[in-house]
């Protein structure tokens, strides 16, 4: 990347620093000249298929060859990629990355990852019973899906075509048909393509949340069980990694890396009430941001004025064109809502069957610290009546914190008290730790606090976290202490092989924020509105107000940098739609109030419908077979309840989802391998929470 000098003064010069990359321009001229390869090959297949001895797969074959120079020894599912290919979908293996932006030849270095054996290629399960596949006899991926993974290239600035910059979009393909053998090839252009591309009528895309949560990294973990919940398996899934994201091109990351990041993340980090005092702890933290934006600043320029959801949603409309489907059928999660809410309303005429689930309210995002505090409402109850709650319903067989230290009862109010104890008594003093793997530690009331936040958004770890808690209590800080290690670090040096990895794409998320909500009014009297709003947030949440406030400070200084983005969208959310969408709100949701997706369809009126999920955890996880039945009728069929609002209840209670739940000392139980796949699933739905 070239950057452009720079006087000592940021803001003198803020408009003049652009994020830069030499091959932008000869990449898109690249581009073209494929995309005519390409054209012209489907021509030959449409005008010349039928004359003897012509073979779309031979086409097909020097067509890879010409842009990759080398021979096209074929495996038995053809070469990928295809002409033709908005895409250029390869089978995925570790080394399919979307090329660099600098490279002056993307899509014949791309071309050159495609590995012909199908045994390194990223298979899936079969689809569905019911769904035609190819069928081959002897071919062991018979009737199995397969994993794609490819690029989009899309304008960096969509309010001046004249920048000849791009974002390069990584997309991962769940194909559930798998792939049809050229020797299954039955002479229709469709067939040089996907087996699957003839019967499925829709692809579903997906979005996790965030801002800076990873779609292709959704797809891989989910992709799925997403096509079974909503389609019975029929349907391709699609998730991508919104601009700024992972592995899409580029990517924000303001550290050099994760270790710096951790670093100072441990010392700017502290809760207000571990903090002496708070007033200091702000300063400290202001700095710290003011530092962490101008770094941004320095390494990619004028970025943060192209990351704003409005583009976003303008990517998701360029993901469903080169799809080549009339409208959009997505399932966006958490702020994947606010993406699918602005979407709709820019682009009503492309809403398909959507499902807003975990619903945020995006007009909340563009208030001066929206984003953080119109999120609290659900959070206290989720503690008290959920974890704790159905702690004592389950009984002590099932939840550690049920079992009586002193032979009485335990009641609600007298658990609540313990823990209320237990951990306020960190304010004053950490509880010291040792572990074999990572040597002596200290369990802290701000990692404490942060764990069980991000353990309310996932009930399935509520049995892990509530053994940990009373082990703690009864004095063994072992369990604490192992886990809330794994979740304190981003960068660990016990299994990293090279020194410094790429740093993960995290700043993008606070960027994200901020410039949905540049214009609003910034206080008159400084640090000290945003010390009063610190103070109410963790008045309103103990659990959840400082991970909040932490979210919306860096916000300060935003216009230092990026005084306006390229585009916010600041429209109404009422658009007469193509077709209404299905809103998702939970009743005991920790980060998307069940208020979010009321006052949404307050909003959208005749154009939605909203289910409330009585259930726990965030967005529809705690599994309801009421609304996974109307989820798949409106995907599959386009059916919405009659009802502007239906209710619909989970199947099971936390502590209790497996009718044969293990005992809690069971040792089918390893609380620590729970609690790892939770924080797996955080880095690609919110990596913000893991510290």
Same mark, same amino acid.
């Given at each position: 990347?070239?950057?452009?000098?720079?006087?000592?003064?940021?803001?003198?010069?803020?408009?003049?620093?652009?994020?830069?990359?030499?091959?932008?321009?000869?990449?898109?001229?690249?581009?073209?000249?494929?995309?005519?390869?390409? +054209?012209?090959?489907?021509?030959?297949?449409?005008?010349?298929?039928?004359?003897?001895?012509?073979?779309?797969?031979?086409?097909?074959?020097?067509?890879?060859?010409?842009?990759?120079?080398?021979?096209?020894?074929?495996? %038995?599912?053809?070469?990928?990629?295809?002409?033709?290919?908005?895409?250029?979908?390869?089978?995925?293996?570790?080394?399919?990355?979307?090329?660099?932006?600098?490279?002056?030849? %993307?899509?014949?270095?791309?071309?050159?990852?495609?590995?012909?054996?199908?045994?390194?290629?990223?298979?899936? /399960?079969?689809?569905?019973?019911?769904?035609?596949?190819?069928?081959?006899?002897? !071919?062991?991926?018979?009737?199995?899906?397969?994993?794609?993974?490819?690029?989009?290239?899309?304008?960096?600035?969509?309010?001046?075509?004249? !920048?000849?910059?791009?974002?390069?979009? &990584?997309?991962?393909?769940?194909?559930?048909?798998?792939?049809? /053998?050229? !020797?299954?090839?039955?002479?229709?252009?469709?067939?040089?393509?996907?087996? #699957?591309?003839?019967?499925?009528?829709?692809?579903?895309?997906?979005?996790?949340?965030?801002?800076?949560?990873?779609?292709?990294?959704?797809?891989?973990?989910?992709?799925?069980?997403?096509?079974?919940?909503?389609?019975?398996?029929?349907?391709?899934?699609?998730?991508?990694?919104?601009?700024?994201?992972?592995?899409?091109?580029? &990517?924000?990351?303001?550290?050099?890396?994760?270790?710096?990041?951790?670093?100072?993340?441990?010392?700017?980090?502290?809760?207000? *009430?571990?903090?002496?005092?708070?007033?200091?702890?702000?300063?400290?933290?202001?700095?710290?941001?003011?530092?962490?934006?101008?770094?941004?600043?320095?390494?990619?320029?004028?970025?943060?004025?192209?990351?704003?959801?409005?583009?976003? +949603?303008?990517?998701?409309?360029?993901?469903?064109?080169?799809?080549?489907?009339?409208?959009?059928?997505?399932?966006?999660?958490?702020?994947?809502?606010?993406?699918?809410?602005?979407?709709?309303?820019?682009?009503?005429?492309?809403?398909?069957?959507?499902?807003?689930?975990?619903?945020?309210?995006?007009?909340?995002? /563009?208030?001066?610290?929206?984003?953080?505090?119109? +999120?609290?409402?659900?959070?206290?109850?989720?503690?008290?009546?959920?974890?704790?709650? *159905?702690?004592?319903? =389950?009984?002590?067989?099932?939840?550690?914190?049920?079992?009586?230290?002193?032979?009485?009862?335990?009641?609600?109010?007298?658990?609540?008290?313990?823990?209320?104890?237990?951990?306020?008594?960190?304010?004053?003093? %950490?509880?010291?730790?040792?572990?074999?793997?990572?040597?002596?530690?200290?369990?802290?009331?701000? #990692?404490?606090?942060?764990?069980?936040?991000?353990?309310?958004?996932?009930?399935?770890?509520?049995?892990?976290?509530?053994?940990?808690?009373?082990?703690?209590?009864?004095?063994?800080?072992?369990?604490?202490?192992?886990?809330?290690?794994?979740?304190?670090?981003?960068?660990?040096? &016990?299994?990293?092989?090279?020194?410094?990895?790429?740093?993960? #794409?995290?700043?993008?998320?606070?960027?994200?924020?901020?410039?949905? #909500?540049?214009?609003?009014?910034?206080?008159?009297?400084?640090?000290?509105?945003?010390?009063?709003?610190?103070?109410?947030?963790?008045?309103?949440?103990?659990?959840?107000?400082?991970?909040?406030?932490?979210?919306?400070?860096?916000?300060?200084?935003?216009?230092?940098?990026?005084?306006?983005?390229?585009?916010?969208?600041?429209?109404?959310?009422?658009?007469?739609?193509?077709?209404?969408?299905?809103?998702?709100?939970?009743?005991? !949701? %920790? +980060?998307?109030?069940?208020?979010?997706?009321?006052?949404?369809?307050?909003?959208?009126?005749?154009? =939605?419908?909203?289910?409330?999920?009585?259930?726990?955890?965030?967005?529809?996880?705690?599994?309801?077979?009421?609304?996974?039945?109307?989820?798949?009728?409106?995907?599959?069929?386009?059916?919405?309840?009659?009802?502007?609002?239906?209710?619909?209840?989970?199947?099971?209670?936390?502590?209790?989802?497996?009718?044969?739940?293990?005992?809690?000392?069971?040792? &089918?139980?390893?609380?620590?391998?729970?609690?790892?796949?939770?924080?797996?699933?955080?880095?690609?739905?919110?990596?913000?929470?893991?510290?």
């Amino acid at each position: 990347m070239e950057k452009v000098p720079q006087p000592t003064d940021p803001v003198a010069l803020r408009h003049a620093k652009r994020y830069t990359t030499k091959s932008h321009a000869r990449g898109h001229a690249w581009g073209l000249k494929l995309a005519g390869v390409a +054209a012209l090959a489907l021509v030959a297949v449409l005008l010349y298929r039928d004359i003897p001895g012509f073979s779309p797969h031979r086409l097909r074959s020097q067509y890879y060859e010409a842009l990759t120079g080398g021979s096209a020894i074929s495996p %038995p599912y053809g070469r990928f990629p295809v002409p033709d290919d908005p895409f250029q979908f390869l089978p995925c293996t570790n080394a399919t990355w979307p090329p660099s932006l600098d490279d002056t030849d %993307p899509a014949r270095s791309w071309a050159r990852l495609f590995d012909p054996d199908p045994e390194h290629w990223s298979w899936g /399960r079969a689809a569905a019973e019911g769904t035609r596949r190819a069928r081959h006899p002897g !071919d062991k991926y018979s009737g199995r899906g397969i994993y794609l993974c490819g690029y989009l290239d899309v304008p960096l600035d969509y309010t001046n075509r004249s !920048d000849p910059r791009i974002a390069r979009l &990584a997309v991962t393909k769940f194909q559930v048909s798998g792939l049809a /053998r050229v !020797d299954s090839y039955v002479g229709s252009p469709v067939d040089l393509r996907w087996e #699957s591309s003839s019967e499925n009528r829709r692809t579903i895309v997906i979005e996790p949340g965030g801002p800076g949560g990873s779609g292709t990294s959704y797809a891989w973990r989910a992709a799925e069980d997403v096509t079974e919940r909503l389609s019975d398996g029929q349907f391709d899934v699609l998730g991508w990694d919104p601009r700024g994201v992972n592995a899409s091109l580029p &990517a924000i990351a303001c550290y050099p890396s994760n270790a710096y990041r951790d670093r100072w993340s441990l010392l700017t980090g502290q809760y207000r *009430e571990v903090s002496m005092p708070p007033e200091a702890q702000l300063e400290l933290a202001d700095a710290m941001n003011e530092a962490l934006f101008r770094a941004c600043w320095e390494q990619h320029g004028d970025l943060g004025r192209f990351v704003s959801t409005t583009f976003v +949603a303008r990517d998701l409309e360029e993901i469903r064109k080169a799809l080549g489907e009339d409208e959009l059928t997505g399932y966006l999660v958490s702020y994947g809502t606010g993406i699918g809410q602005t979407y709709a309303n820019i682009f009503p005429n492309s809403v398909g069957r959507m499902i807003l689930d975990g619903t945020e309210y995006v007009r909340d995002h /563009r208030l001066l610290g929206g984003f953080g505090w119109t +999120a609290l409402d659900n959070v206290t109850d989720a503690w008290h009546d959920g974890f704790l709650g *159905e702690c004592l319903n =389950a009984g002590p067989k099932h939840c550690g914190l049920a079992q009586s230290r002193d032979n009485t009862t335990v009641t609600l109010d007298a658990l609540e008290s313990r823990m209320d104890t237990l951990i306020t008594s960190l304010i004053q003093r %950490p509880i010291p730790g040792y572990s074999n793997s990572i040597g002596p530690s200290l369990v802290t009331y701000s #990692s404490l606090v942060a764990a069980i936040y991000s353990a309310l958004y996932r009930a399935q770890t509520w049995p892990t976290l509530a053994q940990m808690l009373y082990e703690l209590e009864g004095g063994n800080s072992t369990l604490a202490v192992e886990m809330l290690d794994k979740a304190e670090w981003e960068y660990d040096p &016990a299994s990293t092989p090279v020194l410094f990895p790429k740093a993960f #794409s995290e700043e993008l998320g606070s960027l994200v924020i901020c410039a949905d #909500s540049y214009d609003a009014p910034q206080p008159a009297d400084g640090l000290v509105w945003w010390a009063s709003l610190w103070a109410n947030m963790t008045s309103q949440s103990w659990i959840a107000g400082n991970s909040r406030f932490f979210n919306v400070f860096p916000c300060r200084h935003f216009a230092t940098y990026w005084p306006e983005p390229a585009e916010v969208y600041r429209g109404d959310l009422n658009q007469t739609l193509k077709n209404p969408v299905l809103l998702i709100a939970e009743t005991y !949701d %920790p +980060a998307t109030p069940l208020r979010n997706g009321r006052r949404l369809l307050t909003e959208m009126g005749s154009n =939605a419908r909203l289910i409330v999920h009585h259930g726990y955890g965030h967005s529809s996880k705690d599994t309801s077979s009421c609304t996974d039945r109307l989820a798949k009728s409106y995907i599959l069929e386009g059916k919405v309840p009659a009802e502007q609002e239906t209710d619909c209840y989970a199947d099971g209670k936390p502590y209790l989802y497996d009718s044969k739940a293990a005992d809690i000392d069971s040792e &089918a139980v390893d609380p620590l391998a729970l609690w790892r796949e939770h924080l797996r699933e955080l880095a690609y739905l919110n990596p913000r929470l893991l510290h």
